[in-house]
């Protein structure tokens, strides 16, 4: 079988958000001009706290309409529980650990202060949508009140060594390998494939992975797969078995590592910092709104 791998090349995730704001004046809310004048003012300030602006805009409202008895209790069930474990695989063969699921129910328990808050600031007026979209514009009321500088030469340098394997080039390998069968036919399609007589169904089913990093072959065939890869001869056909079972391989090239300077990819890093900062920073923002609510656990 004559087969020939081209390494490909390293293609690298843009990392940009567009924030807009809806929030201009409610013409069904008005508070008096002294509390209109503090908002005005306050909204100026580039880390506006939404749970601050909305006590100021909402005070007088909420004093003459006090909330309802359980509106600061957020229930997570266990039938929702139950879902997030459902979905964190679609072919149901890894169930979440404690800390994935937790991650999970985080980032819900926050969607749904940010719907509670959103509801509250009238964002969803005119807007026959779901939670998920109100929620949403509460995402981007909070990013667009947030300011971030660019990073002294200190911070990125001290971020970018804590987070270099991110932009090191890592170790590739590219090979040729058949379906997963039981080992006696794996072992005939090995002496097929050395004689030059493999059935062009064989051919057609032997799968090219090019330029594979060398850190995720375990998870996707296994650690003795991937050790038994590394050792193999480039060019040679042989069997190895995965995880889902036995296979002809053959290694057809191998591209060790390089790892990554600061000054060449300083722009790209620059841009992740910002982003990750911006998230830092709402994320702080929605914990500030979650404080005033009460997250029920259904046993």
Known sequence: MSMQATPTEVQSFPTSRTASSDHGSDAAMQPSRSISFAAMRMAREPLLHFALLGAIIFGIDAVM?????????ITVTK???????????EDKERAPSSDQLQKM????VASEI????GKTLAVDRGDET???RIAYKMQLLIFDQIRVPRPTDEQLQAWFAENHAR?????RVSFYITPPTDQATAQRQLEDI???????????????????????LAASFGDDFRDGLLKMPEGEWKLLQSKDGWHVARLDSRRPGTL????KVRDEAARIWHTEETRKLAWEAVKRLKASYQVRYEQ
């Open 130 to 132: 779901i939670r998920d």
């Open 194 to 216: 050395v004689q030059q007589r493999e059935a062009e169904e064989l051919q057609n089913l032997t799968r090219a992975i090019l330029a594979r990093p060398v850190a995720s």
């Open 105 to 108: 129910i985080d980032s819900w």
């Open 114 to 117: 940010l719907y509670r808050e």
């Open 65 to 73: 309409h006090p909330p309802a008895k359980d509106e600061k209790v």
């Open 79 to 89: 039938a929702m529980r139950q879902s997030f474990i459902d979905n964190f695989d």
């Open 167 to 171: 932009f090191d080039e890592p170790e």
């Open 260 to 263: 990554a300077s600061l000054g």
